[in-house]
């Protein structure tokens, strides 16, 4: 490299490569060849965000550091990897890094600009990357997220990404008109500032508990919120600033005992410090007494060990630990029990609850106490249906589908079921209904739409293994659909709320609104929350020039 321009203080990676070509006189795709690590792809636009998050996964970072003449935590410090790293313990891997969900949904996928900062110095900052932050906090203008002419958003690395300007039309960005406001949250930016900086982190505990990074961040929030006491009480969490879903979660993540392996997402942690009104450089400060750790740890819900399956013939019979949390947790008042919340033994797929009172385990179905315990006896003294169903005083179609049952698990021979069944199961039709299943077609449209009749159905469908993959599959079920409707329609009423108001759209805000967490909003919401920012961006827009 001939020149050699400086990075400047909060610059970031793609805005300085851009910096770099200019000033050597070759475009950005050709400096990011240059730069790029043996066997990755040649540059490609989508893949810009990568640099500005992990770029050691992309770029040659010692080919760098020689050419640039800059070390290697100048580079890092242009880069998201700075505040990633302040989750993960000293050592984690790159690839590690960059495929953490810590960070995921954060940041902006175009570029985003103060006018007024680049008219003062031609640069591009990494904190205008970040959603949450839309003023400029030196300026207290708007941040921009097009070009003032043609209007489109600016590529964050583009074949002809000059800083400054648009990469469509050439116009200058600085040019763009300035909306003022003093809607602007400074605790974000100082937030920021701390994350995207060279600060200690957040990992440091003064005991040598073998906790994960997750455990360790929820012990310190609870710690917080429980005003730094001696031992953890439940009663004290419970008068804190949480609300009883975040106390539940932090309690999971810090125990592990946490269903699936989410991770605690930066939205969510930076929500719960600013609830506790904590400063965000005291996290790595917090010292979690151990006697504190002791109790909170020692207190963990064992239920999910004690219990077991219930099942005489599955495998994990009286087995603890071989039930499974379902995904959905909703509580539910059915037949007046009050349900905690469903189990199932992925076994023999026999899906269970915990009644929230007793701390029993029920059965949600009734394979084990009607099929196995009644209906099968009488199965081996060759009974009629008619004889069974008057014998149990059950309908003739509830003891079908637990003779069925009974088959599809060999749990009965053939010649034991008192009509007529199919011989074994094909391979080819099992084969046909866990796609459909995977597929997230239900059980009701499935059998019709493949011209099976119903017992045949029915003789799969039972089957344990066909009823585990049911249960794991990924798509929501009806009723929560429901649910889904209801908020997708609140959501576009709290969207119309905030524009009719002229407040400032945020996912917090929304997610405050409907006291939901951001990362969830997030999750399903995303469109229409960006539709109705640019929305409003647009009016505003129109109003101020
Ligand atoms: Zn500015
Ligand atoms: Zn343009
Ligand atoms: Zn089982």
Request: with cysteine.
């Amino acid at each position: 490299m001939l020149n050699r321009p400086k990075p400047n203080k909060g610059e970031s990676l793609t805005g300085y490569l851009q910096r770099v070509a200019q000033a050597n006189y070759i475009s950005s795709h050709e400096l990011w060849r240059w730069f790029i690590l043996k066997g990755k792809h040649y540059p490609q636009s989508s893949m810009a965000r990568v640099i500005d998050f992990v770029p050691g996964c992309l770029l040659d970072l010692k080919k760098m550091t020689c050419s640039l003449n800059i070390n290697k935590e100048t580079i890092l410090l242009m880069t998201f990897q700075e505040a990633l790293s302040k989750f993960y313990p000293y050592g984690t891997s790159e690839t590690q890094l960059l495929s953490s969900k810590i960070l995921s949904g954060i940041t902006l996928q175009t570029r985003w600009f103060c006018p007024e900062c680049l008219e003062e110095e031609l640069f591009y900052k990494l904190i205008w990357q970040v959603k949450e932050i839309e003023v400029c906090p030196k300026h207290k203008v708007e941040l921009i997220s097009c070009c003032p002419r043609c209007h489109r958003s600016i590529p964050l690395l583009d074949v002809k990404s000059k800083v400054g300007l648009c990469s469509y039309c050439n116009s200058s960005l600085a040019d763009a008109p300035r909306i003022n406001t003093t809607d602007m949250d400074k605790s974000r930016c100082d937030d920021w500032n701390y994350l995207l900086g060279v600060n200690d982190n957040f990992l440091t505990m003064g005991s040598n508990y073998k906790c994960n990074f997750n455990q360790i961040l929820a012990s310190k929030l609870i710690y917080t919120a429980c005003n730094y006491q001696e031992t953890y009480s439940k009663e004290t969490l419970k008068k804190s600033c949480f609300n009883k879903n975040t106390q539940q979660v932090l309690l999971q993540t810090a125990r592990g005992t946490r269903v699936g392996s989410r991770v605690l997402h930066i939205d969510n942690f930076l929500n719960l410090i600013r609830l506790l009104r904590l400063n965000i450089e005291i996290i790595p400060k917090i010292n979690v007494l151990t006697s504190f750790l002791d109790s909170l740890l020692s207190q963990k819900e064992t239920i999910k060990e004690k219990i077991s399956c219930i099942a005489p013939w599955c495998k994990s019979y009286k087995k603890p630990g071989s039930l499974h949390r379902t995904l959905t947790s909703v509580k539910s008042l059915i037949g007046g029990e009050n349900l905690k919340y469903y189990l199932y033994c992925n076994e023999c797929g026999i899906e269970y609850a915990i009644d929230a009172n007793t701390g029993t385990l029920i059965e949600r179905g009734y394979f084990i106490n009607l099929a196995w315990y009644k209906v099968r006896p009488l199965l081996l003294e060759n009974k009629t249906l008619a004889q069974v169903a008057l014998e149990l005083s059950q309908t003739k179609d509830r003891i079908r589908r637990c003779c069925i049952f009974l088959f599809a698990n060999s749990l009965v021979e053939k010649n034991n079921i008192p009509f007529n069944v199919p011989e074994q199961h094909e391979d080819s039709k099992l084969e046909i209904m866990l796609e459909e299943i995977n597929k997230g077609v239900r059980a009701k449209g499935f059998w019709r739409n493949q011209g099976w009749i119903y017992n045949e159905f029915l003789f799969y469908w039972f089957r344990s293994d066909v009823q585990v993959a049911y249960i794991q599959r990924k798509i929501p079920r009806e009723d929560k659909r429901i649910d889904k409707l209801q908020k997708q329609e609140r959501v576009l009423e709290v969207l119309n709320n905030l524009l009719d108001n002229n407040i400032s759209i945020t996912i917090a805000k929304v997610a405050e609104a409907m006291s939901v967490c951001p990362e969830t909003l997030r999750q399903w919401e995303v469109l229409k929350i960006n539709k109705a920012k640019t929305e409003q961006k647009s009016i505003r827009h129109k109003i101020h020039t």
